[in-house]
């Protein structure tokens, strides 16, 4: 076996995300498991270079980990322009995004980042053109279909158990804490919308490639964005204005006909066994799919409840469902999407989920906003670069 090095600048990689599940997660536990076996005789070993703006932060984590300190910066242009750097990753805020994207790509970087790719549509999209010019390989986050549940779904979908998809019905939310008695357990730019924060700019690009892989592209938007709490303290337990959308009701029109509705809020307590539930029904069948689990219910097994207030009710329905088999092993999702960019990088294998993708997010979220805004539907066009 050879062994080939791939140096990835990470940006934001002190952050929520960054450092769980893209540093720990998925580039250490590649490092861990003996790089990325190509199937060529060639094994792809990813060097993390650090990259943000406090030293000793970049500095501990390097130590914690084993890594080198050499591979360590707070100089992002002096980072770009080290030719050693094939792929530049950002896992910072969102509204620092869209610039450096540029500046990398202007560098020659091939481009890995976290959803949103930008925070307008023509900044998504002038992205995609600008990598494409660039003839560099690019890549969006979109790991909630490399999910156990949704990929559970996915099976019973691909195996025609549902017959006609009629409607989906997720449900997403927890009760993120104020900060004033109890720490907030998300970071305060998410409720500022002068920071890039929002539910709606936050999910919508996640529900955006959800529907679009496994039911279809998304025709028309009808959404309604709402402030619920509108005083959060801060990192500092300073008192501060939300500014930002915290739960969003939204419709979604798909091109096979099915209709999709899903609730995202941080003001809403779990009553779910999951902190994400889609639930599917088709003519045939229906179920009820989370992060982990998946749960089924077919036609023939379906009950026959009879309105009736007087009486208790008669029968447990959520026992009356069967749980998906795992029928396999499931990678941690962000993982497995790292593992399929680094291929398509080093072996030019397809992969669709790149900044084109990510812009279809992006304008979900802004038709989602603007419908909100103004109280309408709005048709979800087609995009091309
Ligand atoms: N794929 C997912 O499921 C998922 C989930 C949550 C967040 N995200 C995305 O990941 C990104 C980071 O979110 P997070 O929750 O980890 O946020 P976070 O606040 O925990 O982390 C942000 C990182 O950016 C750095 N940062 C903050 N301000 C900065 C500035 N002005 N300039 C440069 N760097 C700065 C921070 O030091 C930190 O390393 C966001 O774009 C968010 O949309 C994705």
């Known amino acids: 076996m ?12 002190t952050g929520r995300m960054g450092y769980r599940q893209h540093l720990v997660r998925s580039i250490l536990a590649l490092r861990e498991q003996g790089g990325l076996d190509l199937g060529d005789g060639t094994v792809l070993w990813p060097e993390p270079v650090l990259v943000g703006r406090r030293e000793h932060a970049l500095r501990e984590l390097a130590d914690r980990h084993g890594l080198d300190q050499a591979n360590v910066s707070t100089d992002v242009d002096a980072v770009l322009a080290d030719d050693s750097i094939d792929i530049f990753f950002d896992a910072a805020m969102t509204s620092t995004r869209e610039d450096l994207l540029k500046k990398a790509i202007a560098a020659g970087k091939h481009i890995y980042t976290e959803k949103p790719s930008a925070t307008s549509l023509d900044g998504a999209l002038e992205l995609a053109r600008l990598a494409n010019a660039a003839g560099i ?6 790991d909630k279909i490399f999910l156990p549940g949704l990929l559970k779904l996915k099976r019973l979908i ?18 993120v804490f104020e900060g004033d008695w109890q720490e907030a357990q998300r970071p305060s730019w998410n409720y500022r ?14 529900w955006e490639y959800v529907l679009h892989e496994l039911f279809g592209r998304v025709k028309s938007v009808t959404a309604l964005a709402a402030t619920h709490i509108p005083q959060r303290w801060d990192e500092q337990s300073k008192p501060y204005d939300a500014t930002a959308d915290d739960a969003a009701y939204g419709i979604f029109e798909l091109e096979s006909g099915a209709i999709a509705q899903i609730n995202s809020s941080w003001a809403v307590r779990v009553n779910r066994d999951e902190l994400v539930e889609f639930q599917v029904d088709g003519t045939e069948g229906s179920a009820v799919a989370g992060l982990r689990n998946c749960r089924a219910q077919h036609r023939s097994a379906t009950p026959k409840p009879v309105w009736n207030p007087d009486i ?11 749980e998906v088999p795992d029928n396999g092993e499931f990678d941690n999702g962000f993982k497995v999407q790292w593992e399929l960019f680094l291929r398509h990088v080093a072996l030019d294998e397809p992969y669709h989920w790149d900044l084109l993708a990510g812009a279809r997010g ?24």
């Open 312 to 322: 208790p009710v008669t029968e447990s329905f959520r026992e009356q469902w069967q």
């Open 2 to 13: 050879t062994r080939k090095t791939v140096r990835i600048a990470m940006n934001g990689v």
């Open 193 to 206: 919308a002068e920071d890039g924060g929002g539910i709606v700019v936050d999910m919508f690009p996640h």
């Open 137 to 142: 390989k690019h890549g969006v986050v979109q």
């Open 158 to 175: 691909d195996g025609g158990f549902f017959g006609r998809i009629l409607s989906v019905r997720g449900e997403f939310g927890y009760w």
């Open 362 to 385: 992006v304008q979900l979220a802004e038709l989602g906003l603007k419908s909100s805004a103004e109280g309408r539907r709005y048709d979800v066009p087609e995009l091309t670069l």
